[in-house]
């Protein structure tokens, strides 16, 4: 026998799963990464690093996209 609170449940976990898989791709391909963000952030490599390269050279690029990515995904679920 199907009760209410079955179907309730499962609606309540589709609703809950699907704001932030959609926030988040909206956060990291839409709004919450530019391009330059997302050219810059890696690492150094280590013969990069041995020819004098700043080993947190991609620390400014990757903290600015974490930054705007969650700025992203607190709009979305504020919307929600």
């Known amino acids: 026998m199907t009760t209410i609170e079955q179907p309730a449940t499962l609606a309540a976990f589709g609703s809950i799963w699907a704001v932030p898989a959609v926030g988040h791709n909206v956060a990291d391909r839409v709004f919450g990464?530019?391009?330059h963000q997302?050219?810059?952030?890696?690492?150094?490599?280590s013969e990069?690093?041995?020819?004098?390269?700043?080993?947190?050279?991609g620390w400014a690029a990757c903290l600015a996209h974490v930054g705007q990515y969650?700025?992203?995904?607190?709009?979305?679920?504020?919307?929600v």
């Open 33 to 35: 990464q530019s391009d």
């Open 48 to 57: 990069d690093v041995a020819a004098g390269a700043n080993p947190r050279r």
């Open 38 to 45: 997302a050219a810059n952030k890696s690492t150094p490599t």
């Open 70 to 79: 969650h700025m992203v995904m607190a709009a979305v679920l504020g919307l």
